[in-house]
C-alpha cells in the first residue's frame, strides 16, 4: 500500500513534527520483523504493515542528515522524481511541486524555527554527542540540544533514557508553541550484541543482534509517540539514515556503497491528539 503524501504546507503550522531517525537500520531486517509479527508496535503504524522500501541520501550518520536537515529525506526506492516534503527554495528543483512545504533559510531545522517552531535534537550516535566540534555541526542546528552518554550506543536502555528526556522537554514546553522534536535512535548501531538474549561481547555483532535491537525500540517507542501526541496533532516520520552491513559480500559496516548500506526503511503518518 503506498504512502499517502499530505500537502505540507497544510502541516506545518498546524502540527507538531516528529523525526524519528532509526540509525542503521537495515531495511532487510526491518521488513522481515514486520511481516513476521516481531515489531507490533511499529507495524501498526505502516500502511498494510510495510515499510516504504527507500534509497538514503547518504551512506554514514553524518552525510545523511545533513541532507535530510536539507530535506533530502530518503527517497523511494524506484524511478522518479518524487516530490518531497520539505524542500529550501532553489531554482531548478525538480523534486519540488505543489504539497512540497518550501522553507527560505539553508536548512529545514532553521526554516521551521523561522515558522515558529521550538526546534529540539535529542541526540544518539557519536555525531550528536556535542563532545568536539564534530559532534556538536548536526545538533548546533536546533534551539535546543540534548546528549548524554546514557543516550549512546554503547548503552543497553539509551532509547529508554532518550524517551525520558523527551518527555522532559515536552512537559517544559508552552501548549501553544509548536515543536519539531528530532530523536536520533542509537540502538541498532553497532555494539547491539547486548540486545540479543545469549550474545556475548567476545562473538560480537550480527544481523541477529541488529534485528534484537529494533525489537527493543519498538517494544518502547508507543511511549514517544503518546508523549508527542498528548500535545496536540502531529505528523511523524520514521527512517533510517542508512543501513549496516554483516559480512554481505564480505563487508562489514557502513560508509560503504553496498545495498545493505543504501537502503532503508522510511514511513511517515499523522499522530492524532488524546
Not at 72 to 98: C, I, K, V
Not at 129 to 155: A, C, I, M, N, T
Not at 229 to 242: K, T
Request: hydrophobic share 40%.
Amino acid at each position: 500500500m503506498p504512502l499517502t503524501e499530505p500537502d505540507m504546507n497544510e502541516v506545518v503550522g498546524s502540527h507538531d513534527l516528529l523525526l524519528i531517525t532509526l540509525d542503521t537500520l537495515r531495511y532487510d531486517v526491518a521488513a522481515e520483523l514486520a511481516a513476521t509479527g516481531r515489531t507490533p508496535r511499529l507495524a501498526s503504524r505502516l500502511p498494510g504493515g510495510v515499510w516504504d522500501e527507500r534509497h538514503a541520501p547518504g551512506n554514514f550518520t553524518y552525510a545523511s542528515h545533513q541532507a535530510m536537515f536539507a530535506g533530502f529525506l530518503p527517497t523511494p526506492a524506484a524511478p522518479g522524481p518524487h516530490r518531497r516534503l520539505f524542500a529550501a527554495r532553489f531554482a531548478g528543483s525538480e523534486t519540488t511541486a505543489a504539497g512540497t512545504y518550501v522553507f527560505e533559510t539553508p536548512d529545514l531545522v532553521s526554516g521551521l524555527a523561522a515558522a515558529g517552531y521550538h526546534t529540539v535534537c535529542v541526540g544518539g550516535v557519536g555525531f550528536f554527542d556535542k563532545r568536539g566540534p564534530l559532534g556538536s555541526v548536526l545538533p548546533g542546528y536546533f534551539q535546543e540540544s540534548h546528549w548524554e552518554p546514557e543516550f549512546g550506543v554503547p548503552s543497553p536502555t539509551s532509547f529508554e533514557a532518550q524517551i525520558d528526556r523527551a518527555e522532559q522537554v515536552i512537559a517544559g514546553l508552552a501548549p501553544g508553541r509548536r515543536l519539531f522534536l528530532f530523536v536520533n535512535v542509537s540502538a541498532l548501531h553497532q555494539p547491539n550484541w547486548f540486545h540479543l538474549p545469549g550474545a556475548t561481547r567476545e562473538a560480537g555483532d550480527s544481523r541477529a543482534s541488529h534485528a534484537a535491537a529494533l525489537e527493543y525500540v519498538d517494544r518502547h517507542i508507543d511511549r514517544l509517540f503518546d508523549a508527542v501526541s498528548g500535545r496536540g496533532p502531529a505528523f511523524a516520520i520514521v527512517c533510517s539514515d542508512h543501513g549496516t552491513a554483516y559480512g554481505d559480500d564480505g563487508y562489514t559496516g557502513h560508509r560503504l556503497g553496498h545495498q545493505a548500506v543504501w537502503t532503508v526503511p522510511y514511513t511517515h503518518f499523522f499522530l492524532e491528539a488524546p
